[in-house]
Structures are given as C-alpha cells and as structure tokens.
C-alpha cells in the first residue's frame, strides 16, 4: 500500500531545511513506518479487548500512612537564613 507525503512541504512547515539526499532517506523511512501502520490496520482484531499496555498490569498501592508535618521552627533551623519565621532567599526581581 503505497502512501504519499510530501516530505519537502512538511519540512517548510517544520521550518528545516533538507538536502535532496535528506528528503529521499526521510522519505523512505516514513513510507517504511507507514506500510508497517498499514499491515498493523489489517490484523484481525474481533474479539480481542482494547488495552493500554500489552502486559497486565495490578496497581501495587501502599497504604496511606498520615505523619505529622514537619514544625517551623526544625525547618528553619536548616535553613541557610530564616527571617521573621520564614525562609529568607535571594530576591528574584530587582527593583528597577
């Protein structure tokens, strides 16, 4: 089944520019990758369940365990400076 892009307006659409022997091996790759799309589509399907991954898959949860937070003033006593009862840092944005 032969499929036809042009590769040279999707390259001017991309904005890159390709040489002669560019376009004609990127040619050939995407008529590949499309012919094997196109023998994918003519698999026989019927009765076969839709799935997202081609394993199963269990969701593996852990129990959800509540901690206290951590206490303002243990997080600041790390802190390179604290100010106030905050984390002091360096301004972002100068005042101009």
Do not use: C, K
Request: proline share 10%; no cysteine; charged share 25%.
């Amino acid at each position: 089944m032969a499929i036809d892009i042009d590769i040279a307006y999707v390259a001017r659409l991309a904005r890159i520019q390709l040489s002669d022997e560019e376009l004609e091996h990127y040619g050939r790759q995407l008529g590949g990758i499309l012919e094997h799309a196109a023998l994918v589509q003519q698999l026989p399907t019927d009765g076969v369940e839709p799935t997202s991954h081609p394993l199963p898959m269990v969701n593996s949860f852990r129990p959800d365990q509540v901690t206290p937070p951590l206490e303002r003033d243990t997080a600041l006593s790390q802190a390179p400076e604290a100010d106030d009862g905050y984390f002091r840092v360096p301004p972002t944005l100068e005042a101009q």
